[in-house]
């Protein structure tokens, strides 16, 4: 019972490593040099292998806010390649109703990111 209201009650802690030191009077070699920062990573990655890990509220809406911070990203990157590509259908050669069908596809593609990008807003806009 003491353990589990000490658990409960105690401050967070974190778990650190650093490279073992030898105070042996020699040198040592790389492999050894090598070994001594090696060996504190590969026991900190058996005693983290088991454990698992709560995430708080306020991670888990930072998560979500840079999630949807990248998807907006993107989809504005998305924006500004298909106002090229329908800018550059004004320079092409050919009929203007041919041209002008084009032009339209693109609109609709440009509209189609435009709604993506409004509705993501929205979304980051409930979350706050």
Known sequence: MLFLTE???CEPWILAAQKFDFDSGKNLN???????SIMPQLIMEKISEG???NTTPQEMLDRSLN????????LFLQLSKEIKTRD???LLSGS??????KISAQEKKIDEIKNQIDENLEKT????
Do not use: P
Not at 96 to 101: A, G, Y
């Open 7 to 9: 658990n409960i009650f």
């Open 30 to 36: 790389s492999a050894e040099q090598d070994l001594s």
């Open 51 to 53: 454990l698992s890990r």
């Open 67 to 74: 999630n949807l911070l990248v998807e907006r990203q993107s």
């Open 88 to 90: 550059a259908i004004f």
């Open 96 to 101: 203007k109703k041919r041209i002008q069908k």
């Open 125 to 128: 806009h409930l979350l706050y």
